[in-house]
């Protein structure tokens, strides 16, 4: 459970790092929201580290993660509720997550 919960934490870290400085480039948002998002991909790159894993794996693990939590994002943020398609997209990729991040050790 610790597992998901950072990786969840470290997919969100990055989604508000790269949704900040997108929003002062195509909806005329203020600089200033350069700085938290400046932090957040900080943020996101020390969670990284925390994980037991070797790198590598805990990257390949993250990018399902990263992939549910922008379609929750996709869907709260953007008020774009997800295909069928999408959450078969996310069932695959969380069900990848799973193999790479739980194997026996």
């Given at each position: 459970?610790?597992?998901?919960?950072?990786?969840?934490?470290?997919?969100?870290?990055?989604?508000?790092?790269?949704?900040?400085?997108?929003?002062?480039?195509?909806?005329?948002?203020?600089a200033?929201?350069?700085?938290?998002?400046?932090?957040?991909?900080?943020?996101?790159?020390?969670?990284?580290?925390?994980?037991?894993?070797?790198?590598?794996?805990?990257?390949?693990?993250?990018?399902?993660?990263?992939?549910?939590?922008?379609?929750?994002?996709?869907?709260?943020?953007?008020g774009?509720?997800?295909?069928?398609w999408?959450?078969?997209?996310?069932?695959?990729?969380?069900?990848?997550?799973?193999l790479?991040?739980?194997?026996?050790?």
């Amino acid at each position: 459970m610790k597992t998901v919960f950072l990786y969840l934490c470290t997919a969100l870290a990055e989604i508000v790092g790269c949704y900040l400085p997108y929003l002062w480039l195509k909806q005329d948002r203020s600089a200033w929201l350069l700085l938290p998002a400046a932090a957040s991909l900080a943020l996101f790159a020390w969670l990284l580290t925390l994980h037991e894993a070797a790198s590598g794996r805990v990257y390949a693990a993250y990018g399902g993660v990263y992939i549910a939590v922008a379609m929750l994002w996709l869907w709260a943020v953007d008020g774009v509720r997800p295909s069928g398609w999408d959450c078969a997209g996310v069932a695959v990729a969380l069900a990848g997550m799973a193999l790479i991040a739980f194997q026996p050790r």
